[in-house]
């Protein structure tokens, strides 16, 4: 369906039949001559189909201008454009303890970080996975952060997102002496890749499942947060630790404990969300809880060719004006 640039000028048009009206009740000058023999032989009607011709082509030619200023345009749908997306950081967690396979998924126990790999693959490619389905990030840039003592580019952000979930997978739980959790540094990683993205929304998820627990200089989670909250950056994270055993020591308990309050400290600091994944089930809904979070507030701009029709317009409002002038001065040329 044709429409307009400027539709406002449309209400101009009026001017076309005003114009014409005002041709047609023009005062005419007038020949004192003795008698009428002199145009006896001039064509009947003439003078009448002059003037109704003059008016007729300068309505039409202030009309067709009229349109020409309001632009008409035409979409062509072969030409749509994807529209801009938002900008996602992965921070993930490939410390030691998410080797541990005891995360529940599909009637068999997987390691953590197998299960946040299959997690992201659904939400950054899309599909159905244990009657989760999600739709996808295909206009988001995405990058990944893995992190255990320190943060470590996996992949930039990037729209290539089958190359960005290989080498994802390619990722493996640190072992000796990479052990440990720099759950600061990590999102301080992130944010930097984020800076990367312009001037697009920017998201950052955080999935651990453990306490922070690398000394100074390290950034702390909530100087780490302060940076993203001065940033304008909601930070996503999910707690895939599990609860403590029951038989578990006093400090590995207080330790769990502390690890699930930082997370939800951080979350809350940047107006993100904290959720708790210890099973397929959750660790998918907490994808999808994200991916409608931030897909719901953002309007993203989608830009289409158009064909142009205002040239079209002037060309016969020119033709008009011209072929008036033209028929004025030959053919339907008055006298006096």
Avoid at 32 to 40: D, Y
Avoid at 218 to 226: F, G, N
Avoid at 269 to 291: E, K, W
């Amino acid at each position: 369906m044709p429409s307009f640039a400027h539709p406002w000028s449309l209400l101009l048009l009026p001017l076309a039949p005003l114009v014409a009206l005002a041709w047609l009740r023009r005062p005419r000058t007038a020949l004192r001559v003795p008698g009428l023999k002199s145009f006896a032989d001039l064509p009947a009607g003439r003078a009448m189909r002059a003037r109704r011709g003059g008016a007729i082509l300068r309505g039409l030619g202030v009309a067709a201008l009229v349109l020409a200023i309001a632009g008409p345009r035409w979409p062509d749908p072969g030409t749509r454009l994807t529209s801009e997306g938002i900008a996602i950081a992965v921070v993930v967690d490939v410390s030691g303890s998410m080797a541990e396979s005891d995360f529940p998924w599909g009637g068999a126990t997987i390691p953590r970080l197998a299960a946040a790999k299959r997690a992201f693959r659904l939400f950054v490619l899309g599909g159905e996975e244990n009657g989760v389905t999600l739709p996808g990030r295909a206009a988001d840039e995405i990058g990944v952060v893995a992190f255990a003592v320190n943060p470590e580019d996996t992949c930039p952000l990037t729209l290539d997102h089958p190359t960005l979930l290989q080498l994802l997978d390619a990722e493996q739980p640190r072992g000796v002496p990479d052990t440990g959790t720099n759950i600061g540094d990590a999102i301080a990683w992130g944010l930097n890749r984020l800076s990367a993205a312009g001037d697009r929304r920017k998201v950052l998820v955080l999935l651990s499942d453990g306490e922070h627990n690398v000394p100074a200089p390290a950034l702390t989670p909530r100087q780490a947060a302060q940076i993203a909250a001065n940033r304008g950056v909601p930070i996503y994270t999910i707690d895939a630790g599990g609860p403590a055993a029951p038989d578990a020591k006093p400090e590995d308990a207080a330790a769990r404990a502390l690890g699930r309050k930082t997370l939800e400290s951080v979350a809350t600091m940047t107006n993100g969300r904290c959720f708790v994944a210890h099973d397929a089930a959750s660790l998918l809904a907490a994808c999808s809880a994200i991916d409608r979070l931030e897909r719901k507030p953002i309007e993203s701009f989608q830009y289409r060719r158009y064909a142009e029709g205002y040239p079209a317009c002037a060309a016969i409002a020119l033709a008009c004006f011209a072929a008036v002038l033209g028929l004025e001065a030959t053919r339907w040329r008055r006298v006096p």
